[in-house]
């Protein structure tokens, strides 16, 4: 503990305490809520107020630790058991106590029983766990998925379960990206149904899990999607609001189609073609909404929210995230299943590709756009994304007419695809010809240079998947192609992406 991390006060990590309480009851609520949690630190001898370093006698300090020890091994169950050190902080000795994120969780105080005893950490306060809190941390501390779960109440018959294989089949199909991966295609049975998690055998019978209710939209579970466009930056005055239900596929869609109706819709000039553009990446708010839609906690009774205000598009999905997973680490990709049989079914029907590469790719779409780096905020009850918009309507002196109106016939997942009424645009638009600018000449480049083109960004790993190559190799053909500007690299580490030059794209040389 240093004097600058005594000044930044206390956080969702850090609580401060002057003195060992008389009853331990009052920070062993910390304690429980720290397993609970991602872990933390309960700093004795430092007034939380204050940030005064008071400390203690060397006389007092080793008696000091034995109780807190002994608190801990009394009063908490499963067994917690805590890191205590002492530290010298400007000449005054504190004690350090450190809880481990548990894994045998709930944790919860023993006098107080799991109904009032399990505590959650929520914005740097400690808070009492309500009923889905206590049955979240129920799941993770056996390891099980709670979309995997039977559904109780819930019969299904041998049609509902051929038009749910027919049905997710058709947006596989759908979603493809090309030909070749339409050609991939296979039929899906019962048998695969059940080694997702999406159907449990009994008795030669086939029984519905969550997963098949919060999929078809059918059974007990309330699965909605609520939408809205509000007028300034706030929610006291609302434009439009809509709440869409059934399968999840279709709330996708039409959540998508919501978005992309009430954002606005410009349009660029690229070598001697117009092509539409709309001022957030369209792939990035599809893939923002998928993510939700798989992440989410469908024991939490909330709903997803996508909201629309005049400077950004908000995200907000229930639950908090799981055991394991941080925002940091979630920006870098590293994927934490909450719904194991959504992600299987979401894969197969090429909603999502490889498990935890969606955050970075929305991130690397959304840069390139050059627009601001989305904002991640909460984790502890919800997740809310924002993607902040280019400019107001109001700045843009532009009004609804720029907007795509209710009455279309679909927009499609591609700006460039958008039927243009004054000037046809061929379809080697969306290609983006030769006469843009010079192409890279090694056929690798191309590949990747297109994927950039089409997409926005690239990652090592995704380059390596396109060529058919080793990471090694992509990440030299990538760094070749930084080198030679036709990529700009952004981040670092795990959360590195390529995006294009926009330089070389716009026809100029960099530097002239």
Known sequence: MTIEDILAGESKNVEFKVDLPEKSIKYMKSVVAFANGTGGKIIFGIADETREVVGFDKEDVFQKMDAIANAVSDSCEPAIIPDITLQTVDGKTIIVVEISEGRQRPYYIKTLGKEGGVYVRVAGTTRLADEYMIKELMFEGSNRYFDQALCTGLNIADEDIDALCEAMKEQAIKNAHNEAQKAQ????????????????????????????????????????????????????????????????????????????????????????????????????????????????????????????YDNRLEITSPGKLPMGQTLERMKEGYSKIRNEALAHAFSYMNLIEHWGSGIPRIIGKVKAAGLREPEFIGGEV???????????????????????????????????????????????????????????????????????????????????????????????????????????????????????????????????
């Open 185 to 308: 295609v296979k039929d899906i049975g019962r048998q695969q149904l059940r080694s997702w998690g999406v159907l449990i055998e009994r008795d030669g019978k086939d029984y519905p899990t969550n997963a098949y209710a919060i999929l078809t939209g059918c059974g007990g579970l309330h699965v909605a999607t609520q939408c809205g466009v509000f007028k300034g930056t706030t929610k006291e005055v609302f434009v439009d609001r809509r709440e869409y239900t059934g399968p999840l596929w279709e709330q996708i869609e039409e959540a998508f189609q919501f978005v992309l109706r009430n954002i606005h819709l410009g349009a660029t000039i690229v070598g001697v073609y117009r092509q539409d553009v709309y001022e957030i990446p369209p792939d990035a708010i599809r893939e923002l909404i998928i993510n939700a839609m798989v992440h989410r906690s469908y024991l939490d009774h909330g709903t997803i929210q996508v909201a629309i």
């Open 382 to 512: 919800d997740l809310r994304i924002n993607i902040y918009r280019g400019q107001s309507s109001a700045a843009a002196g532009v009004d609804n007419a720029d907007k795509v109106p209710d009455s279309i016939g679909g927009v499609p997942d591609s700006a460039c695809k958008m039927p243009d009424t004054i000037t046809r645009v061929p379809d080697s638009a969306c290609k983006m010809p030769d006469t843009i600018g010079r192409l890279p000449d090694n056929e690798q480049e191309r590949k990747i240079y297109q994927h950039v083109l089409e997409n926005g960004s690239v990652t090592t790993a995704m380059a390596a998947e396109l060529l058919e190559v080793k990471q090694r190799r992509a990440r030299a053909i990538l760094q070749n192609m930084v080198a030679g500007s036709y990529l700009r690299k952004e981040g670092a580490a795990r959360s590195t992406v390529y995006v294009n030059n926009t330089e070389v794209s716009s026809g100029r040389t960099p530097g002239i």
